[in-house]
């Protein structure tokens, strides 16, 4: 069965900090991989997916993430965090091709701070 | 605002009662999906149907739990004999596959609590 591992827990940044949160999943197969936000009080939103192709993956406001299939790893990054980042990100991941749901990680909440 | 939604937001029942969440996926997408999330977890996979058809259900939805997608349109949970254990977020999302995609959209959840 596959697994999603996000390490951190709780990260605390600064504004204008850089931001890489980390998943590593496991799977021997091809993926898709997944990364969604939750704001405070408001539902779950895909921030960037990847299916295919390049593995630098470019989603909604300033992130990305970058698959790297060796480290069986989709690490999402930002250069420059703002106080509206706050929020809790998860990973996700799914075979690709296959009738199977998706997979979460724990999350990591980030706390912004001025 | 045509995203997904979830009736009721909230729910407070308790023990032993029977609840219904309802959900109306992004139209025109024929799959649906069900997960749980309690406090510090991602969510957890229930259940999904393509169109009417419920495809696969996980070791976690015990006979207490139905859900239905009868016309391949909203889908209803139920629980049936709550249990303080069922208090939790419940999440539909819904996806149309169809050129190799499946990116699930997630409505704002039912949060259960069970007295």
């Known amino acids: 069965a596959q697994s999603v591992s996000q390490h951190n827990h709780h990260v605390i940044l600064s504004e204008a900090a850089s931001l890489e949160l980390g998943c590593n999943y496991s799977?021997?197969?091809?993926?898709?991989l997944f990364w969604y936000v939750q704001y405070p009080g408001q539902h779950l939103q895909l921030l960037l997916k990847y299916f295919s192709g390049d593995p630098l993956v470019k989603g909604i406001k300033g992130f990305e993430a970058e698959f790297i299939k060796s480290k069986f790893s989709f690490n999402l990054r930002k250069p420059s965090v703002q106080w509206s980042d706050t929020a809790e990100y998860f990973c996700a991941v799914k075979p690709s091709g296959g009738n199977t749901p998706l997979v979460f990680g724990k999350g990591t909440r980030l706390s912004v701070i001025a | 605002d045509t995203g997904v939604s979830q009736d009721p937001r909230h729910k407070i029942t308790k023990r032993g009662q029977n609840v219904t969440f309802r959900c109306d996926p992004i139209?025109?997408?024929?799959?649906l999906y069900w997960y749980r999330q309690t406090l510090g977890q991602g969510p957890e996979f229930l259940t999904y149907?393509?169109?009417?058809?419920?495809?696969?259900k996980s070791r976690l939805l015990s006979d207490r739990f139905s859900a239905e997608r009868p016309k391949g349109s909203f889908s209803t949970l139920e629980i049936q004999r709550t249990e303080q254990g069922d208090s939790a977020m419940y999440l539909c999302a819904s996806s149309l596959i169809g050129g190799g995609a499946d990116t699930q959209y997630f409505g704002p959840g039912t949060r259960l609590t069970v007295l």
């Open positions: 799977y021997g197969g091809t993926v898709n």
């Open positions: 149907f393509q169109n009417e058809a419920q495809l696969e």
């Open positions: 139209s025109e997408h024929n799959r």
